[in-house]
């Protein structure tokens, strides 16, 4: 009996006053298919409605697949100082088809990515207190996988960047 007081009530929502909700989610921020299908499941909308939405976004250019792909490798190798193996595992989480994914990926300039990765590994490199010359890469490594760069391109860098310590 207390689990039917204090249930929360739903509110119930027209399929346009939906439409209209996820418009907004959709202009708020660029979104991917998964992203607004969860957002449809949240309001428990029969699964026809759901198809009919979903077609109307995409027909009035709310819901682009390739546009939210492009946006997302942007923002998150400027803002998070991603690499491309970790926006491309981010991208195929949120089910971006593999054109996307490659089309997204030539938004990042090549020159910014290289510098990007020497800037963060110098950074890096000065905040880690480790005396050991092997740890101390160990380290770098690690976090620049983390941060999803390639291995070859890591090797390099962390070379360079500690070939200059040890030079000094």
Not at 16 to 44: F, G, L, S, T
Not at 49 to 75: H, P
């Amino acid at each position: 009996m207390f689990e039917v007081m204090f249930q929360k009530k739903k509110k119930v929502f027209t399929v346009n006053e939906i439409k209209r909700k996820i418009e907004q989610y959709c202009i708020y921020q660029d979104r991917c298919h998964k992203e607004v299908a969860q957002k449809m499941r949240d309001y428990d909308l029969i699964p026809e409605a759901q198809e009919m939405i979903l077609l109307d976004l995409m027909k009035d250019n709310f819901l682009n697949e390739e546009r939210f792909a492009k946006s997302f490798a942007r923002g998150k190798f400027r803002i998070k100082k991603w690499g491309k193996q970790r926006i491309v595992r981010e991208l195929k989480f949120k089910d971006i088809s593999a054109y996307n994914i490659k089309t997204a990926l030539k938004e990042i300039d090549e020159q910014d990515y290289i510098s990007t990765i020497y800037t963060i590994t110098e950074n890096r490199n000065e905040v880690i207190s480790e005396p050991n010359l092997y740890k101390r890469k160990r380290k770098l490594i690690d976090f620049l996988m983390r941060k999803g760069f390639e291995s070859e391109l890591i090797y390099k860098v962390v070379e360079e960047t500690t070939a200059n310590i040890s030079n000094k």
